[in-house]
């Protein structure tokens, strides 16, 4: 048996073995078999998760969708944009593209010649298209072919061929190094998505895997999440002196806005939205401080932007205090 448990690949010998351990468990069960032989000194470890080489910008995305020239290259900007796995990728359709919504279904997947149902069922879903991945359709070529991604003859392509006769070689053209797989494609989309700040339950529900298997793979990616969880829970305290000390209820119509009170971690005073401001200081946290330097606060907003600046939010040396407010429009 340990001998046979080698002689199987080693990309499937984990599954084989446990597939075989399954078969032979049954066998037990139903007394053919008074103990299992691909369990007594057959170890069966899980083998090693390939390494995960995400791109590091979109210029090198795009520097490899430029050596595959206008038939495949936008497969490779629609790919990373997406986070489709590379079966999902050859598997849609023109149908599948809703425009109107922005939205891209994956209802089946392409491999080994044949359409088949995607892996799971959270595999089966809807994915938001951002820009990049609208500007790869409208640069396809013109085509009555339904299949939206269609190989030089019209019919499907096999991810496993285009990875070697297409895939690798633009990489080595364009200069990547290390190479990397199609997969990576996948990865690079939940890198920057994490790294942009999208929440794990939704990159999870978009990339149609569990939140676990995010969190596992990619959690270490969402550097700012605690500082984030700090930052809203400072908002909702903040929200609350507001609303108890000092928002009139006599007031017209008011508008609900997001507010970021900056500081550098050094000291000095707060910015609001990226402008510097020594209406607030950090260590007034009482609710007469609220009172007295939220309304100047709130006046000074008028002038701001109004929405949340998030480039601040980049900077590791800065502390960010969200403030929910209402206020009269200007």
């Known amino acids: 048996m340990y001998g046979w448990r080698f002689s199987v690949p080693e990309g499937h010998r984990f599954e084989a073995t446990q597939a075989l351990r399954q078969v032979l468990n049954r066998a037990v069960a139903w007394g ?7 369990k ?24 490899v969708a430029a050596q595959l020239g206008p038939v495949y290259g936008p497969i490779v900007i ?31 997947a392409y491999a080994n010649g044949r359409l088949k149902h995607t892996k799971t069922r959270l595999s089966t879903r ?40 297409h895939w690798r070689p633009a990489q080595i053209k364009a200069g990547i190094e290390p190479v990397r ?9 939940a890198t920057f998505a994490l790294r942009a700040g999208i929440p794990v339950f939704a990159v999870s529900r978009f990339m149609g895997s569990s939140i676990a298997m ?27 002196a507001v609303d108890a000390a000092w928002t009139s209820h006599q007031r017209p119509a008011r508008t609900t806005r997001l507010r970021a009170l900056v500081r550098e971690d050094g000291g000095g005073s707060w910015t609001l939205g990226g402008r510097r401001a020594s209406f607030l200081s950090p260590h007034q946290t009482t609710k007469e ?3 007295q330097e939220l309304p100047e606060a709130l006046s000074r907003a008028r002038t701001a932007d109004p929405l949340l600046t998030m480039a601040t939010a980049r900077n590791p040396r800065q502390r960010i205090r969200l403030v929910w407010a209402d206020f009269a429009p200007i």
């Open 32 to 38: 053919l078999l008074d103990y299992n032989p691909a």
């Open 40 to 63: 007594r000194g057959v170890p069966n470890p899980a083998r090693r998760a390939k390494e995960k080489r995400p791109f590091e910008t979109w210029r090198e995305v795009e520097a």
């Open 78 to 108: 629609f790919a990373a944009a997406t986070g489709l796995r590379p079966s999902e990728l050859f598997g849609l359709e023109q149908r599948d593209v809703d425009r109107q919504l922005g939205i891209i279904h994956v209802r089946r």
């Open 126 to 165: 809807a994915v938001p298209l951002q820009a990049k991945a609208l500007e790869a359709l409208d640069r396809l070529p013109m085509s009555d072919n339904p299949i939206l991604f269609p190989n030089m003859r019209g019919g499907r392509i096999d991810f496993r061929i285009f990875g070697r006769k």
């Open 181 to 189: 797989g199609l997969y990576d494609l996948r990865h690079t989309y």
């Open 214 to 240: 995010i969190d596992r793979h990619y959690g270490h990616l969402a550097l700012d999440s605690r500082e984030h969880a700090v930052a809203l829970l400072d908002a909702l305290a903040l929200e609350r």
């Open 289 to 291: 401080a609220d009172q």
